[in-house]
């Protein structure tokens, strides 16, 4: 399927991407590209085969993952604020939400 | 008594890193003083062992960059589980490697703090995405390092540096604390000059963990004793639809070499079918691409990393900080991840991937009937020139043709050095096995090892630095 310079703007929005025109030119026919190297799957017949869902091995699937419901400790305030780029008043700071 | 291996590896680090790139942050301090903890303390199976750590693993007190500007000397306050484990072993941490941003890409190039060097030939490649690990066993600088494979970015540049590289069992290893690229095929792996020592520190970090779920309840043997005996009677699968085109002579005729040596062990060698493996770049680079575009939404400026400036409101803060911190090969993926999960789109590529990827995993379980184990090239050409394939993604998408159906399908693989090419550059082979057989692999590897001992050492190593 021809994908164009729009597609591919919609997708960057999309991703929360703001790319600029030269980027989206180079992208464009590389996407292209790998997206149509990637459609040679539909040369496959899978009527009926079930989609394989997670890596899971079937020993995997059969591990119980559940643990008792109890209270353990945790980052705190201050260790999770620490590596924030705007942090304030024991916040995430962050531009305004509704212009 | 443990200063002088740690001391030996952090000059080595310092000495080498202008000429290879291979390490990120080198941490002469921690490690020498961890050294000096473990003088007097009970010893562990580990203890004193020096050991490099790729850049998307988390080690508290270091950075954790994945290699990109947007988290660029982030700190995790927290230890990833498999640094748990190898610390209560007495391993001695002494920095982490450079990689590929994100853990994407075969070649290292895509890492925001330049390209690791190939000590075999610094204008060459030492394959991605776990380069800066596995550059630092092959030049000497450490003896094990960790990486991690997610569509065989541990295996690919074992086998273009000269070392062993192992990719267990999906579940076999925590993810907890490794920077998630595709998580249904992310697995930690290792990188060491012998198969004796994938092996210990193999038991020591894998197993059950409670952080994550997807880690499975299967005993943890001990893999070094699962290395004695011999060979007789195992069955070796041979793919030969695999070794054709776009395969590089010498790698073929290397690997061809390796089933003789195995015959001469007392292996039988068995033909075997991967009928939809030619299919597995193109499953591959769906599901990987639509795990990380949701993975790497969490990347936005707000708890952790770099934020772009002069923002007028948060979305745009969002845009602006994902496009000045993402390198090209991540925004590309993280596109591409994005179209083939978009409305209208799903269907057509997501769950089609989904199908040929049970169709992958059914072709390995018939051919487990055969054999043992699975034999095939690691990659398809030794190192690669730096700068030859940037400009042409699916080009270096298509390094990874060998490797790949091993994360698809779950199953563990192991690479190991088979030799050179007339151009000096190694060249190594890939066992694939069933789900849990990691002794069969590291046994096979170790009997190789045995006979055909990999000798050689590159240009650029420790020792004569």
Known sequence: MPISENDIAKVAQLAHLELPDDELKVFVPQITEIVSYVEQLNALDTHGVEPALGGLTPDGEKTDSSRADEVQACLGQRTALAEAPAAAEGHFRVPKVLT | ?465
């Open chain 2, 1 to 465: 008594m443990f200063r002088e291996p740690v001391e030996f590896s952090l000059n080595a680090a310092e000495k080498l890193n202008d000429t290879l790139n291979a390490f990120l942050q080198i941490d002469r301090e921690g490690a020498l003083r961890r050294a000096d903890e473990l003088e007097g303390s009970t010893r562990g199976s580990l203890s004193g062992l020096p050991v490099a750590i790729k850049d998307n693993i988390c080690v508290k007190g270091l950075q954790t960059s994945c290699g990109s500007k947007i988290l660029g000397a982030y700190h995790p306050p927290y230890n990833a589980t498999v640094i748990e484990r190898l610390y209560n072993a007495g391993a001695v941490i002494i920095g982490k490697t450079n990689c590929d941003e994100f853990a994407m890409g075969s070649s290292n190039e895509n890492s925001a703090f330049g390209p690791v060097r190939n000590p075999w030939d610094t204008s060459k490649v030492p394959g991605g995405s776990s380069g800066g690990s596995a550059a630092a066993v092959a030049s000497g600088i450490v003896p094990v390092a960790l990486g991690s494979d997610t569509g065989g970015s541990v295996r690919q540049p074992a086998s273009l540096c000269g070392v062993l590289g192992l990719k267990p069992t999906y579940g076999r290893n925590s993810r907890y604390g490794l920077v998630a690229f595709a998580s249904s095929l992310d697995q930690v792996g290792i990188f060491a000059r012998k198969a004796e020592d994938v092996a210990q520190v193999l038991s020591v970090i894998a197993g059950r963990d409670p952080h994550d779920a997807t880690t499975a309840d299967v005993p943890v043997p001990d893999y070094k004793k699962a290395l004695s005996g011999d060979l007789k009677g195992a069955r070796i699968g041979f793919p030969s639809a695999l070794f054709g085109k776009g395969l590089d002579s010498e790698v073929a005729a290397a690997v061809k070499e390796v089933v003789e040596v195995y015959k001469e062990l007392g292996v039988e060698i068995v033909e075997v079918e991967l009928a939809h493996a030619s299919y597995a770049i193109a499953v591959y680079y769906i599901i990987a691409t639509a795990e990380a575009s949701s993975n790497l939404a969490r990347f936005d400026g707000v708890r952790y990393g770099f934020r772009a400036e002069d923002a007028a409101e948060l979305r745009q803060m969002y845009r602006k900080t994902r496009e000045e911190g993402f390198g090209p090969e991540v925004k590309r993926r993280i596109m591409l991840g994005t179209y083939v999960l978009s409305a209208g789109y799903y269907d057509a590529y997501y769950r089609k991937a989904q199908q040929v990827r049970t169709l992958i995993k059914n072709d390995f379980t018939t051919a487990f009937k055969q054999c043992d184990a699975i034999i095939t090239p690691t990659a398809p050409t030794p190192a690669f020139a730096l700068g030859e394939k940037v400009d042409d993604p699916l080009a270096m998408y298509l390094n990874d043709i060998y490797t790949v159906t091993a994360n698809l399908a779950g199953i563990p693989g192991l690479s190991v050095p088979c030799g050179l090419s007339s151009g000096r550059l190694p060249i190594g082979f890939q066992l694939l096995g069933p789900y849990w057989s990691e002794p069969t692999l590291l046994k096979m590897a170790s009997e190789y090892e045995r006979v055909r001992p990999f000798t050689e050492r590159p240009k650029i190593n420790a020792e004569e630095s």
